[in-house]
Nanobody, 123 residues
């Protein structure tokens, strides 16, 4: 069973930055794709960014282009989501999830999930 643990969420003012981390257990990141998803109250869970086992990146939300970036450190089994220029509409619970090798923006295609971390953007 692959376990994922997110951290780094919190309360930030509009225009601020946060870096989320997702630490995986058991499998190394060169075997799985890791996606970041978010879910705001009353809304469906949506894919944000993903990085494949080979390091190919995918972006699923136009509104985060140029503001969010995904990266990974295979040696640390950690995937990062760097979020800059945060806006109130970025407020959501952010989840990382894993699936075999290739990215997908569809949450139903992911097999393993973290517990989520709350990101609140507010003045």
């Amino acid at each position: 069973q692959l376990q994922l643990v997110e951290s780094g969420g919190g309360l930030v003012q509009p225009g601020g930055s946060l870096r989320l981390s997702c630490v995986t257990s058991r499998y190394t990141l060169d075997r799985v794709a890791i996606g970041w998803f978010r879910q705001a109250p009353g809304k469906e869970r949506e894919g944000v960014l993903c990085i494949s086992s080979s390091g190919v990146r995918a972006n699923y939300v136009d509104s985060v282009k140029g503001r969010f970036a995904i990266s990974k450190d295979n040696a640390k089994n950690t995937v990062y989501l760097q979020m800059n220029s945060l806006k109130p509409e970025d407020t959501a619970v952010y989840y990382c999830a894993a699936r075999d090798a290739y990215c997908s923006g569809t949450y139903q295609r992911y097999d393993y999930w973290g517990q989520g971390t709350q990101v609140t953007v507010s003045s």
